[in-house]
């Protein structure tokens, strides 16, 4: 397929640079298959789940990761974290604003650390010594907030720019569909009888990347570690032999069950590094719903809901998404795709058991 096909316009004044408040006031844009779409909030998500679903989250949790630094020399830079390098805490890939090369000390907030390789891509590898990195970042670090919110963070992105839930630090992005929920709609959620289970995806810069190749088969996708537990992995079998519907919560979730789901003997414990790219024509095996926000033309997420979706439906969702003024991005809106089970080609279908 052509990257061309998931380009769309898009009014830069619906970029939203601040969060509505509170969470659950967001718009959120039903599809239901081929139905019209209908206009609702995510507070009203308990309304249009049923008893017997399961709702997956992303338990990940955002490191304050810009650090500002110095080079011996006295030049100034600004490391971001990316992750912790396998095996070895101390010693993380990072980004660094600033020319550095390996060998370079690099002193942050009483922290001394040596670059110990640069990549290709951009990335340097960064060996902090002693120092307690995830620490380190919690007592100086700043929320990196995506390139298209146009302003500087402040101290409420601390809060915001989290889930109510997260408690597994690890991404430099939020799972941003998930900012949206709060704890009052989680408990009329589980009121209503439907089931919770959790995944941990570390969210990487790579996510914010559009693809540049001119067909979408020839682009390489960013890798992100992930796990989906046993517990999780049971819970989507439960789901799917009781007839609910498994709805990931963010675009993270899909990644890590379909690639949990890809593994010999299929659906069970995994974890490792996912580089999984789905796009169609390829249809999800283990998720048959998906709430969402709205994503960046020619982005990976964007392929991805377009396998629950089509391609042209995406389109015409998107339109009228602008259409009635909906925010864009991590800050802004949402959209739940619902599966339509009187039309197979919309319907993934229990592909697990």
């Known amino acids: 397929m052509r990257t061309a096909d998931f380009d769309y316009h898009l009014p830069p004044e619906l970029v939203a640079q601040e969060p509505v408040e509170?969470?659950?006031?967001?718009?959120?844009?039903?599809?239901?298959?081929?139905?019209?779409?209908?206009?609702?909030?995510?507070?009203?998500?308990?309304?249009?789940?049923?008893?017997?679903?399961?709702?997956?989250?992303?338990?990940?949790?955002?490191?304050?990761?810009?650090?500002?630094?110095?080079?011996?020399?006295?030049?100034?830079?600004?490391?971001?974290?990316?992750?912790?390098?396998?095996?070895?805490?101390?010693?993380?890939?990072?980004?660094?604003?600033?020319?550095v090369r390996p060998g370079t000390r690099i002193r942050c907030h009483g922290a001394e650390a040596v670059v110990l390789a640069c990549h290709d891509d951009g990335h340097r590898d960064l060996d902090f010594g002693a120092a307690d990195v995830l620490a380190l970042a919690e007592a100086h670090g700043r929320m990196p907030l995506p390139?298209?919110?146009?302003?500087?963070?402040?101290?409420?992105?601390?809060?915001?720019?989290?889930?109510?839930?997260?408690?597994?630090?690890?991404?430099?992005?939020?799972?941003?569909?998930?900012?949206?929920l709060t704890p009052a709609l989680l408990a009329r959620l589980e009121a209503r009888?439907?089931?919770?289970?959790?995944?941990?995806?570390?969210?990487?810069?790579?996510?914010?990347?559009?693809?540049?190749?001119?067909?979408?088969?020839?682009f390489r996708i960013h890798a992100e570690f992930a796990?989906?537990?046993?517990?999780t992995a049971a819970a989507v079998l439960a789901c799917r032999a009781r007839g609910g519907r498994v709805v990931a919560v963010g675009?993270?979730?899909?990644?890590?069950?379909?690639?949990?789901?890809?593994?010999?003997?299929?659906?069970?414990a995994w974890s490792g590094w996912t580089a999984i790219f789905l796009h169609p024509p390829r249809r999800l095996a283990a998720v048959d719903a998906?709430?969402?926000?709205?994503?960046?033309?020619?982005?990976?997420?964007?392929?991805?809901?377009?396998?629950?979706?089509?391609?042209?439906?995406?389109?015409?969702?998107?339109?009228?998404?602008?259409?009635?003024?909906?925010?864009?991005f991590s800050y802004g809106d949402a959209m739940l795709v619902l599966p339509d089970a009187s039309n197979p080609a919309l319907d993934p279908g229990p592909g697990l058991l």
């Not at 298209?148 to 809060?159: S, V």
């Not at 089931?195 to 020839?218: H, M, N, Q, S, Y």
């Open 22 to 99: 509170p969470r659950d006031a967001a718009r959120l844009l039903v599809a239901r298959g081929g139905a019209a779409p209908e206009h609702r909030t995510v507070a009203e998500l308990d309304a249009l789940l049923r008893p017997g679903d399961l709702l997956v989250l992303n338990r990940t949790r955002v490191i304050p990761a810009r650090l500002e630094a110095a080079k011996d020399s006295g030049g100034a830079l600004e490391v971001l974290l990316v992750h912790p390098l396998d095996g070895a805490p101390a010693r993380w890939r990072c980004l660094v604003r600033g020319k």
């Open 147 to 180: 390139p298209y919110i146009r302003r500087a963070d402040r101290a409420a992105d601390r809060e915001r720019y989290q889930t109510v839930f997260g408690d597994s630090p690890g991404s430099v992005a939020a799972p941003t569909a998930s900012l949206h």
């Open 193 to 218: 009888g439907v089931a919770r289970a959790c995944v941990d995806l570390r969210v990487g810069p790579g996510t914010f990347k559009p693809v540049d190749t001119e067909r979408i088969e020839d």
């Open 227 to 231: 796990e989906c537990p046993a517990a």
């Open 251 to 268: 675009t993270t979730v899909v990644r890590t069950l379909e690639t949990a789901a890809a593994q010999p003997g299929g659906l069970a």
């Open 290 to 328: 998906l709430m969402t926000n709205f994503h960046l033309p020619r982005s990976t997420l964007l392929m991805l809901v377009s396998c629950l979706t089509g391609v042209e439906r995406l389109h015409a969702l998107y339109a009228e998404a602008v259409r009635e003024r909906y925010r864009f």
